[in-house]
């Protein structure tokens, strides 16, 4: 056998140029990502996020077959291309804090998101590209349950600030919440766990999660309260101020709405409660934002009628 060593020694490699086109529009959700409201529980904003998922150059296995020809590479779309960036950011955050739980990492991504815009939905777009602009309810309707949060924003997820957390304890009352108990639950959990007497709306209104959904009937009677707490990541000594943009006919107030913390870890609770009524919409949202000037930790608020 024959091999030319000249072949290694001098490799060439070509790079050809390529055509950049500028989406006015991007970055907008497709028609195949799924939609909220979440139908295991209402009370828990889905999806948390976005990501780039449509024409994403991938690799194949090598027994792949494309039509008539083996191809190596490929253009695809769908949600699975967007699981791998998802991925990665949350492999990029946890190589910053490899003590941080994949709740805290969750929350890292979800309240560091290029921030949405508001504005009336009108059409549907293709989600084409990952560029530094805001989502818009505009080109992805159904806002908030197209795209979560917004867009995945890996390069700021390693420095969220504040981190809403979750315990063993959290996740009990949660399958709870879920009509999980007896034997069962203690499937799941591994001991002799059992439920508290709490409602399940209190308690999936309770898990310690970076957004807050709340699913009502009448849509002339709103009372929504949500318990949270977030653990300090950002500077020892800080102080943050709670910020929400009212929609119209909500009353929404953040108890305490200021947070001072005076060493990393340091945890915090406060308390969200939403009043009032949205007779001219069957949905509206707006956000949360903790800010003390350098870190702004952004979280969806989503209130919306359930048939």
């Known amino acids: 056998m024959h091999v030319n060593l000249d072949l290694y020694r001098n490799p060439i490699a070509t790079i050809f140029k390529s055509e950049e086109i500028n989406d006015v529009l991007a970055p907008y959700v497709p028609s195949y990502s799924s939609r909220g409201p979440n139908p295991m529980n209402p009370n828990i904003l889905k999806p948390d996020l976005a990501a780039p998922g449509t024409h994403i150059l991938a690799a194949y296995d ?13 253009l695809d779309s769908g949600t699975s291309m967007a699981c791998p960036h998802a991925a990665g950011a949350a492999a990029y ?29 009108k059409h549907s777009c293709v989600f084409q590209s990952f560029a530094a602009k805001p989502m818009s309810a505009k080109t992805s309707p159904h ?15 390693p420095y969220p600030g504040l981190v809403y957390d979750l315990d063993e304890q959290d996740y009990l009352y949660f399958l709870c919440s879920q009509g999980y108990s007896g034997k069962l639950l203690e499937i799941i959990t591994g001991d002799k766990s059992s439920c508290s007497s709490k409602s ?26 949500f318990h949270r ?42 308390v969200v409660t939403v009043k009032g009524s949205i007779e001219k919409s069957n949905i509206v949202s707006t956000s949360l934002v903790w800010d003390n000037g350098d870190f702004q930790v952004r979280s969806p608020i989503v209130v919306y009628v359930t048939v």
């Open 62 to 74: 090598h027994q792949q077959s494309v039509g008539d020809s083996r191809t190596e590479y490929n």
């Open 93 to 121: 955050v946890k190589s910053f804090h490899s003590k941080w739980s994949p709740a805290a990492i969750q929350s890292a991504l979800i309240t560091t998101v290029i921030r949405p815009r508001k504005k009336t939905p």
């Open 143 to 157: 806002a908030e349950f197209a795209y979560g949060a917004g867009l995945l924003n890996p390069s700021r997820a």
């Open 200 to 225: 399940n709306n209190e308690i999936a209104n309770d898990l310690n999660y970076p957004s807050f959904a709340l699913s009502i009937k009448d849509p002339e009677f709103i009372n929504g309260i």
């Open 229 to 270: 707490t977030v653990t300090n990541v950002g500077s020892s000594n800080s102080t943050y101020r709670a910020k929400v943009v009212t929609p119209s006919g909500l009353e929404i107030n953040v108890n305490p709405n200021v947070l001072s913390f005076t060493s990393l870890g340091q945890k915090k609770p406060f």
